[in-house]
């Protein structure tokens, strides 16, 4: 018998086999805490609870557990090093293929101790990291803990951490290997995230084998994307998760398509509630603007219904909300009330929830896909795939089955779904991506190993928006400022506005802005009543958007962090906290990298000035020009046109309202109106002044360059010497970064 847990590791490395036998006992005997000298947790060596035994009880009964060993020889003996392990939604892949490979590290004493488990979203990373806490008996944030955004919940002892794939990939790109792990779980890699599409291209050319520490990949998957996945890995072990207990649903389908998704889908969960079906309900609809409508009738409606029991709780699921949701989520209602969960493609495959007995699909999903050619994103409403559609069914699957309502007729999906869901490598804006494989010393992104490779095009046209912000060097590297720039967890164009503002001392507010523009970029719906109407204008800025929103931000800092008082304006209170945290991140990398800072100086004409022309050396790619003074703007970069966001501060202000002639904005999307979202006012002699000369050379024809081109011309000042502005900035900042 082992005498002490400090010899643990040591003696595992010399017996694996013993080391799964000790591991497993207290998982295989069925022993309570007093039957056995070994009923200790072998991760922090304290005696299991009987919480521990409750739920290994519920374990038992997954169908993941009956392929165990088979997975643990795997793990143990495969060649290349790498496991894929397929199965159905719901059958506890991504809860218990972590543990047992905490329990394999372990054994076998590791030198870097560490077992790392990917998710496509930070909100299923949080949610997983809670459930396998409580199912190890471990306390979250010492042996087990979680990595997503502006939240690091680990330690230095942690084993076992649930990470956002996105970051992981950060963290691969800036040390040089594979990082700093010993297994690797990339699960749900169906769901063709552009982090785990890379972290796999990147892992296969590392060749496993050949590396120091013999580190582990298991690569967690849905049966449809097997075959795509074995051909891609080389046909390494497979372990086949078998299928559970119960039956699937027969769906129902409708005969035609509803026009109003959220009011049909309301009524069938009414109608569910009237008949007193057992179980909780699972609602999936496109959007996140939808959900809320839906979650505000149901909400209202419930209330009202002749029920035996408690009104159901009606829950949202989406990425907008935090740890609070999840926990409603997975609460027990010892009240016995029943669970109304709206989602959308958030839970087509995490967040298994046992308790659900319906499912009602409205079989679309809302996402935003790039465009390179006119650097736009659209909003594409789209079915779902048939994969999607297969894994949401299961959700009902059981003994008796439950029901599963679909709000499409059957060839809609026959006909229209695609079998796989769509690669986001495919749909995303590639410049991080381009940076982060740069960072990587990976000279031509065209020779990446990608599961489906992305269009020449997107991928030039990343290539052509990182030199024109001056990323890369003649040779194609990244420049001095490229390595600054991908050390920032912030879109390229982003980052370097910030870096300028070390230059034009407003780092202070373009902190405040970076953490705003990511996190909580303003209203998102028009106000509820005229007194919300009014306490919005008081935010506004006469600068623009970008400065209304640095006065959002600072008026609720003054506020306490208040969350009446986001509620009484319409803003989201979850998001500024994060936009809390993530200026607190921004910071402190600035400080780490020894970036200089500037004191804060809001609302002066020189800051006005500064902040503008920071935001113009970053986004000097999104300029549009009213050319007719009708609010029709022509952006610079194509003859694309577009007008303002329905919530631009400029739209909002009483008439007569003067649209500005020249603008900046944060983002163009193809919708119903071609919206240009966060603008701001510029002067075109600061574009000519800051952005890249040859940018403006490479402009598409048109009226604009022509007077950009002119304007640059009269501009030219023969003398070198410098300004009076120029000498004064350099003796202030010697140290100030030099941006080309």
Known sequence: ??????????????????????????????????????????????????????????????????????????????????????????????????????????????????????????????????????????????????????????????????????????????????????????????????????????????????????????????????????????????????????????????????????????????????????????????????????????????????????????????????????????????????????????????????????????????????????????????????????ARQLRAKGAPPGSCLCLYPKSFQELEAPPLPHPRVCEENLSPLILLLKRKQIAEPGECHFLDRPAPEALMQALEDLDYLAALDDEGDLSDLGVILSEFPLPPELAKALLASCEFECVDEMLTLAAMLTAAPGFTRPPLCAEEAALRRALEHADGDHSSLIQVYEAFMQSGADKAWCQVRGLNWAALCQAQKLRGELLELMQRIELPLSQPAFGSEKNRRDLQKALVSGYFLKVARDTDGTGNYLLLTHKHVAQLSPYCCYRSRRAPARHPPWVIYHNFSISKDNCLSIVSEIQPQMLVELAPPYFLSNLPPSESRDFLNQLREEMAVPSTAPTESESSSTQAFPDACVLQ
């Open 1 to 390: 018998m082992v005498q002490g847990l400090n010899d643990y590791p040591t003696f595992c490395r010399f017996c694996p086999t013993m080391a799964f036998q000790l591991l497993g006992l207290a998982e295989e005997s069925g022993l309570s805490p007093g039957e056995s000298e070994l009923a200790v947790n072998p991760f922090d060596g304290l005696p299991f609870s009987s919480r521990y035994y409750e739920l290994l009880e519920q374990r038992r009964t997954l169908p993941i557990w009956a392929a165990r060993f088979v997975f643990l020889e795997q793990l143990e003996s495969s060649p290349s090093g790498v496991v894929l392990v397929s199965g159905e939604p719901g059958s506890g892949k991504s809860t218990q293929i972590p543990q047992w490979c905490a329990e394999f590290a372990l054994a076998r004493g590791f030198q870097k101790g560490r077992v790392t488990v990917t998710q496509p979203y930070p909100l299923a990373a949080l949610s997983l990291a809670l459930r396998v806490a409580d199912e190890m008996d471990l306390t979250l944030g010492h042996e087990v803990g979680y990595s997503i955004p502006q939240e690091d919940c680990t330690g230095p002892h942690t084993l076992l951490r649930f990470c956002w794939d996105r970051l992981l990939l950060q963290e691969v790109a800036s040390t040089r290997g594979t990082g700093a792990w010993d297994v690797l779980v990339l699960d749900e890699a169906q769901e063709r995230s552009v982090a785990s599409d890379l972290l796999q291209g990147l892992l296969r050319d590392a060749r496993l084998g050949n590396l120091p520490d013999d580190p582990r990949v298991v690569v967690v998957t849905d049966p449809a994307f097997e075959p795509k996945l074995q051909a891609f890995w080389g046909n390494p072990p497979i372990v086949h998760v078998p299928r559970g207990p119960g039956r699937c649903p027969i769906p129902i389908y409708r005969d035609t398509v509803p026009t109003d998704r959220v009011e049909a889908a309301c009524q069938a969960v009414l109608e569910l509630c009237r008949k007193e079906a057992p179980g909780d309900v699972l609602v999936y609809l496109p959007s996140e603007e939808e959900i809320a409508l839906c979650c505000e009738f149901l909400s209202r409606e419930v209330g009202t219904l002749a029920l035996h029991g408690l009104p159901p709780w009606v829950l949202p699921l989406h990425s907008g909300h935090g740890q609070e949701a999840i926990q409603a989520v997975y609460e027990d209602t010892d009240s016995g009330a029943r669970k109304i969960v709206v989602t959308h493609w958030l839970a087509d495959f995490s967040f298994s929830l046992p308790s659900i007995r319906h499912v009602i699909d409205s079989g679309l999903e809302l996402r935003s896909v790039y465009n390179p050619q006119i650097r736009a994103e659209s909003q594409v409403l789209r079915p779902i795939s048939k994969c999607q559609a297969e």
